[in-house]
């Protein structure tokens, strides 16, 4: 089972562990009630070092295709995103329903 860079310091910190997607992940550290008054009224941490990375490449050629492409997979329009700055966006399957929710980078 592979492990995040966090493991350690989720075990360190009396995670509860489950098996998600490969990875060894905290499920819990105390219960849900406790957790969430502590998110809410003061700081939660979410590890997402498990999740995957897409990248897109664009040149002159193609950039219009790439957007073009990303708009298809998303529900934001992904044109109007300026180099440097983030999206949070909803990734779609074919028929139009939600597989993910994504954040998109646009690096200029």
């Known amino acids: ?3 995040t860079p966090l493991n350690e310091l989720h075990r360190a910190s009396g995670a509860k562990m489950v ?3 490969g990875y060894d992940m905290p ?3 105390t219960n849900i009630k406790e957790e969430y008054l502590a998110v809410r ?3 939660g941490v979410f590890d997402v070092s498990h999740m995957q990375v897409l990248k897109f490449s664009a040149t002159a050629e193609n950039a219009d295709n790439t957007v073009a492409l990303l708009n298809l997979l998303t529900v934001r329009n992904v044109s109007k995103m300026k180099p440097g700055k983030v999206q ?3 990734l779609l399957n074919s028929e139009g329903g939600i ?3 994504i954040t998109l980078y646009r690096i200029s």
């Open 1 to 3: 089972m592979k492990k």
């Open 19 to 21: 098996e998600y997607a």
């Open 27 to 29: 499920l819990s550290y």
């Open 41 to 43: 009224t003061t700081c």
């Open 88 to 90: 949070y966006n909803i």
């Open 99 to 101: 597989i993910d929710d």
